[in-house]
């Protein structure tokens, strides 16, 4: 019987950017619709509470107007905080987690085959058929590949090449189908 032959064959030590878009795409992953709508809601509505009390300002109490602008800006910045300012943020967080970190980090093996994948470090090793898999999520620099809840490991790209991102992705969607995501 002749062996599958590897996708891809990868060996990677994570450095300080894998880090930091992995922290950066699992804050993305997991905030809901839900959060995102209401934090806009709650900007929105600061913004606008403050905006009719800096008109009234303006006319009636001139010396509120630097008060109700800056409270103004500050709904604004709540509204924008999801979208413009948490990926600075928690990558903010994540470089300065970094260092802590990366002594509990170990060089990983990972060979992907069409039906399965094969994880291998100094302290694990499995061979996981991808219907195992929570969630498969894509972002431009990484896959991270969801075995759980709470455990969560990433391939960068950047130890991939074009062609082998392009299969390993069309795998994902053939074998998990809606549980594959983009970011």
Not at 1 to 26: G, I, R, T
Not at 148 to 153: C, D, K, M, V
Request: glycine content about 2%.
């Amino acid at each position: 019987m002749e062996m599958e032959k590897p996708l891809a064959d990868v060996s990677y030590l994570p450095v300080q950017e894998d880090y930091e878009a992995f922290q950066a795409a699992k804050r993305r992953w997991r905030a809901t619709p839900k959060e995102k709508l209401l934090t806009r809601a709650v900007g929105l509505v600061f913004f606008a509470v403050s905006a009719v009390f800096f008109l009234y300002s303006l006319a009636f109490a001139p010396g509120e107007c630097a008060v109700w602008g800056l409270l103004m800006a500050a709904g604004a910045v709540i509204a924008c905080y999801r979208d413009l300012l948490e990926p600075y943020v928690v990558r903010m967080q994540a470089r300065a987690q970094f260092p802590a970190v990366q002594r509990q980090m170990v060089s990983q093996s990972v060979e992907l085959y069409s039906r399965h994948m094969k994880i291998q470090t100094d302290r694990y090793q499995a061979d996981l058929p991808y219907e195992m898999l929570y969630r498969a999520v894509e972002t431009e620099k990484l896959y991270l590949l969801c075995l759980g809840n709470e455990e969560i490991r990433f391939i960068p790209k950047r130890v991939m090449t074009r062609e082998q991102c392009e299969r390993f992705t069309q795998v994902l969607k053939e074998r998990i189908q809606e549980r594959y995501q983009i970011l």
